[in-house]
């Protein structure tokens, strides 16, 4: 959601200038931030931006993942807690994970895309799951590419669009309501649900062997992700 904030105002501020447009969101974030009480994974996001602003501003030509890198050192270091926080660990993780394959996200095939970003959201995401619910369920692969945009499209922006327009709010409700059912009969389905659990030695190894099929064995990526599913 931070993402789709930051994408409307630089819309809406398009034609102010660089230096104003990026100060103005950062301090809109900033205050957005205040508003919803900073989560961990709130702060990631807002931090990213705001970093990311400076790097574009400045043109300091640091690439995204160091700037990811140098979010999580600065978020650490003002408070080293948020490393026990659930959602900053998933936050991170996957984001890593994003920023790490862009290559083999970025497609022509828009829905083969969002597979693939799915994928490998879900494989980023697999260790902290295991390890701290000791279950994952296979479909949600399938279950994100519909979900993502039925969220970032439909239900947050009627969200804020019901604060300035009140008798839309059951419209609003009818489309909360198809998301909590919908999602209720899915994760009923226990078919494709792996019971298990990660040590912190396990999760170590996959991500090791995660890394080095994206970076030595592009060719056989598909191959490497069933290696490490049988693993």
């Known amino acids: 959601h931070i993402g789709l904030i930051s994408s409307i105002l630089l819309l809406v501020f398009k034609r102010l200038n660089e230096k104003v447009k990026y100060i103005v969101i950062d301090v809109i974030l900033i205050f957005y931030g205040c508003i919803v009480l900073f989560p961990a994974s709130v702060q990631r996001c807002i931090t990213f931006f705001v970093i990311n602003s400076i790097n574009k501003l400045f043109d300091l030509k640091i690439s995204s993942l160091k700037v990811l890198l140098l979010t999580i050192f600065i978020l650490i270091f003002s408070n080293v807690r948020i490393i026990y926080d659930f959602g900053f660990i998933y936050s991170v993780c996957t984001v890593g994970g994003i920023l790490l394959c862009s290559k083999f ?27 701290n619910y000791h279950e994952i369920n296979l479909l949600s692969i399938v279950f994100n590419m519909f979900y993502v945009p039925y969220v970032s499209i439909v239900v947050y922006p009627l969200s804020i669009i019901c604060l300035f327009f009140k008798n839309l709010i059951p419209v609003f409700d009818l489309f909360i309501k198809i998301l909590e059912i919908s999602t209720s009969y899915f994760s009923s389905i226990k078919i494709f649900k792996i019971y298990m659990g990660f040590n912190i030695y396990e999760c170590f190894i996959y991500y090791l062997l995660l890394f080095l099929f994206i970076k030595y064995f592009k060719k056989i990526f598909l191959l490497g992700i069933m290696s490490i599913f049988l693993f």
């Not at 693939?116 to 295991?130: G, N």
Request: glycine share 0%; charged share 10%; aromatic share 18%.
């Open 105 to 131: 996200i970025n497609s022509k095939n828009k829905l083969f895309s969002a597979f693939k970003l799915s994928l490998i959201a879900f494989l980023f995401s697999l260790p902290v799951s295991l390890y």
